[in-house]
């Protein structure tokens, strides 16, 4: 037995030091992320337009936030990396009046008078009465208010100091649990979302909607709802049912998300009298036993996302609501 040493126990500490810190050393959050040096953060423009309101809800699902500069700084670097990408001239920032009219915030909740702010001139000048949004041009980082219903591109960040790390799933997003039977980590969403949100939800995860494709997941399914502290969320959406990764929206039979006949996919037990929606229920979900179910799309349900980092499931542009 070897006496235990001051040096064991600093490097013990070492160890756990740089376990913890790890993925910070690496200095990688997602592959659609890049890290700038500078500002100890890391980007991505989004070229798809949306609303500010969206866009915002968008960089929360990847686990960022909607970009602002802090300083004069990072708006130079942030638009450097943007003119070396990125022809269009503005994107919305995480800078809006919405919650009283003339005063700006940030999506943090601080005022811009406190902080760094660069308005083009003669703004802001709330064009039509209809200027609660903020977004920043290209050529010279000035700031415009602008109608948060106009559909802009916009920048997720996220900072290093930030960061968190799942190492079991490697991933950020801490929610995932791995399963070590089936060797891909899991996420009950408990917020409850319709087929098509779900759907989304976890692709910004990097995820899909999971898909049960043996007896064995269809019981650890049935296991993670019931642990799942469900009881606790109100509000109006519909309870019973867990939304999954299989439809029939092309009405051609039920198949999962990667395009699997459901009969083939290893996991097809319908519950009682299901399906029995017809044109009305065409999105898939399990009841809390386990038994497959169809649901009108439209319904509000928990819902399960999966991560198998191994295969990238194609994104399906038809259910791109967010
Ligand atoms: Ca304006
Ligand atoms: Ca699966
Ligand atoms: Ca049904």
């Not at 799942?166 to 399963?179: L, V, W």
């Not at 996420?187 to 087929?195: A, E, I, Q, S």
Request: proline fraction near 2%; charge should be negative; include cysteine.
């Amino acid at each position: 037995m070897f006496p235990i040493t001051i040096l064991h126990v600093l490097l013990l500490i070492e160890i756990i030091l740089h376990c913890s810190y790890g993925q910070r050393d690496k200095k990688f959050f997602r592959k659609d992320y890049k890290y700038l040096e500078d500002t100890e953060s890391f980007y991505k423009i989004h070229t798809i337009s949306k609303s500010w309101q969206d866009a915002r809800k968008t960089c929360k699902l990847e686990g960022a936030s909607l970009f602002y500069p802090v300083d004069e700084a990072e708006s130079n670097s942030v638009i450097k990396m943007w003119t070396s990408e990125q022809a269009f001239e503005q994107v919305f920032i995480g800078i809006s009046s919405l919650l009283v009219k003339g005063a700006f915030i940030t999506i943090d909740g601080v005022s811009i008078s406190d902080i760094y702010h660069k308005w083009s001139k003669g703004e802001p000048n709330n064009a039509n009465g209809n200027e609660d949004c903020v977004v920043m041009r290209r050529n010279n980082g000035a700031f415009n208010d602008y109608n948060c219903a106009a559909k802009q591109r916009f920048i997720c960040k996220k900072t290093l100091a930030s960061l968190e790390w799942n190492s079991a799933c490697n991933m950020p997003d801490t929610g995932y649990t791995y399963s070590e039977t089936f060797g891909r980590c899991y996420k009950f969403h408990l917020t409850p979302k319709n087929w098509t949100e779900a759907y989304a939800t976890c692709n910004a995860e990097q995820s899909f909607l999971a898909i049960i494709e043996s007896q064995a997941e269809a019981d650890y399914f049935v296991k993670l709802t019931q642990e799942a502290p469900k009881d606790l969320v109100r509000g109006n959406y519909l309870r019973g049912a867990v939304l999954l990764g299989f439809h029939n929206v092309d009405e051609e039979g039920w198949i999962s998300i990667k395009g699997t006949a459901l009969e083939d996919v290893g996991y097809s037990k319908w519950g009682n009298q299901q399906p029995d929606g017809g044109d009305s229920e065409k999105c898939g979900s399990m009841f809390y036993n386990g038994k497959l179910n169809d649901l009108g799309c439209h319904h509000k349900c928990f819902f399960i996302c999966e991560c198998d980092n191994l295969i990238d499931v194609t994104f399906d542009e038809r259910f791109a609501t967010l």
